[in-house]
């Protein structure tokens, strides 16, 4: 399963940004069965859970740090899932993963998760 992220890049404090993840190999069926999350990983520190989102779009989950800012989406017709980032700090500047997670059960492990995407850098000045 290739994964290609999008839609990084240099903001300001307080901008907003959209991150796509195009699944654009899988069929619209088996797009559908995979939850999809998106991970961050700033430099020196461990990739961190961002957020989650369930096969069918109907449950959501998110780090504390970024509620109420961020709000990720899928759309199972197109295979891609969206990270929509409001009112970005600096604290938000890492590289954005996504990935696809086959299993059942709801998970923020980033070893749980089956599949990755290259990463695209969010950069955020103060």
């Known amino acids: 399963v290739q994964l290609q992220a999008s839609g990084g890049g240099l903001v300001q404090a307080g901008d907003s940004l959209r991150l796509s993840c195009a699944a654009s190999e899988l069929t619209f069926s088996t797009f559908s069965t995979y939850a999809m999350g998106w991970f961050r990983q700033a430099p020196g520190k461990e990739r961190e859970f961002v957020a989650r989102?369930?096969?069918?779009?109907?449950?959501?989950y998110y780090t504390d740090s970024v509620k109420g800012r961020f709000t990720i989406s899928r759309d199972n017709v197109r295979k891609t899932v969206y990270l929509q980032m409001n009112i970005l700090k600096p604290e938000d500047t890492a590289v954005y993963y996504c990935?696809?997670?086959?299993?059942?059960?709801?998970?923020?492990?980033?070893?749980?998760?089956?599949?990755w995407g290259q990463g695209t850098l969010v950069t955020v000045s103060s």
């Open positions: 989102i369930s096969r069918n779009g109907g449950s959501t």
């Open positions: 990935a696809a997670d086959k299993g059942l059960i709801v998970t923020t492990e980033a070893g749980r998760y089956d599949y």
